[in-house]
């Protein structure tokens, strides 16, 4: 006999899920893209590699966030890894700013099929969108790799507990 689940977890539940998710680190990005004459961009940090072959990526946007729309559509993306010193641009691209004033921090360039990119991130993922599938609030959105560039030394911007920090050294937290 399998019990069934009810399509909305209970509220202590959900509380549970968000107090744990805050304790996992995870690199910040911030995801770009082009509809028509209008630019989008939006800082997360739900990106993760799906596969080596062919080289893929995913991205998962919440339906109610102003980029949805034209990933919706179908445009291809820029996943820009952010370093240490990217936080204004994480917290602008994470609301502080809207539309295209969100481009107004940090120097922005368009790749050749106009998919805007961060200049000095620390890697831009260029992707052609390859699928997508809904789930409770969010879609997920998966990006065929068409393009990586990198740029700088590893130090990426990190967020956790609800805070941007920066990730340290590996020789520091684990001496030889």
Not at 62 to 68: C, P
Not at 137 to 144: D, K, L, N, Q, S
Not at 153 to 162: I, N, R, T
Request: hydrophobic content about 40%.
């Amino acid at each position: 006999m399998s019990a069934t689940l009810p399509d909305t977890a209970p509220a202590a539940l959900r509380d549970d899920m968000l107090k744990a998710m805050r304790r996992m680190a995870r690199s910040v990005a911030v995801i770009s893209c082009r509809h028509g004459e209008q630019r989008y961009s939006m800082s997360v940090t739900a990106v993760d590699s799906l596969s080596a072959d062919p080289p893929s990526l995913l991205i998962c946007i919440n339906r109610g966030a102003s980029i949805y729309p034209p990933l919706d559509a179908g445009a291809d993306f820029c996943i820009n890894l952010l370093a240490a010193d990217h936080r204004d641009i994480a917290v602008d691209c994470s609301g502080r700013l809207k539309g295209e004033q969100r481009f107004t921090s940090g120097q922005w360039d368009d790749d050749l099929l106009g998919v805007p990119c961060l200049r000095d991130a620390q890697a831009n993922l260029f992707c052609e969108q390859d699928g997508r599938f809904d789930y409770g609030t969010h879609a997920v959105f998966i990006g065929r790799l068409r393009e990586v560039r990198l740029a700088g030394e590893v130090s990426p911007l990190v967020y956790v507990d609800g805070a941007y920090t920066t990730s340290a050294p590996l020789g520091a937290m684990c001496p030889a």
